[in-house]
């Protein structure tokens, strides 16, 4: 009886000892990533970091945007669609890459347009609108994935501090920077 009371008490003590910890904020970074979800209480936990890379994520909620908006430098480039209320909430970032979006309304272009560092990577297309939104207020702005834009588009962008965009629209906003 003694022996199978004291081994009981160490398997019990060993289950709570392991089983009661907290994950760490790398090892939620590492579930989530691995697995593209976040709960709200992760989302919450790691709301309060400075720098996150949630580049494996591939969709979030209201209330994970939310809780996501205070963290400065934000990537979440597993991401191939999202709100208007999310945008709205994440443009709250200093540094956001939505590198995995492939399109944007104009009322994201205008909330995006409150990001200093901002990657779209993914846009293959944009309007003169949300060219003019983009530019606005931009240290750095990363259009890779547009193969053509028009003179309008290219005037505003000319107003960015570092665009990264292909070589032959850069060419085009070249020549409005000259001017």
Not at 32 to 54: C, F, M, P, R, Y
Not at 70 to 96: M, N, P, R, W, Y
Not at 107 to 130: C, D, M
């Amino acid at each position: 009886m003694y022996r199978t009371s004291s081994l009981l008490l160490i398997y019990l003590t060993i289950v709570l000892l392991t089983g009661c910890s907290e994950p760490s904020q790398v090892e939620i970074l590492d579930h989530v990533n691995a697995s593209g979800t976040i709960t709200d209480e992760q989302a919450e936990s790691l709301g309060k970091d400075i720098s996150l890379l949630l580049n494996g994520l591939t969709s979030i909620t209201d209330e994970q945007a939310e809780s996501l908006s205070e963290v400065g430098h934000l990537e979440l480039d597993g991401l191939t669609s999202i709100t208007d209320k999310q945008v709205e909430s994440l443009s709250k970032a200093e540094f956001l890459n939505l590198n995995g979006l492939t399109s944007i309304t104009d009322q994201q272009a205008e909330s995006l347009s409150k990001v200093r560092s901002l990657g779209l990577g993914g846009l293959t297309s944009i309007t003169n609108g949300q060219a003019e939104s983009l530019s606005k207020n931009k240290i750095q702005l990363i259009l890779t994935g547009l193969s053509s834009i028009t003179n309008e588009q290219a005037e505003s962008l000319s107003k960015v501090g570092l665009l990264l965009i292909s070589k032959s629209c850069q060419e085009l906003v070249d020549k409005y920077k000259d001017q």
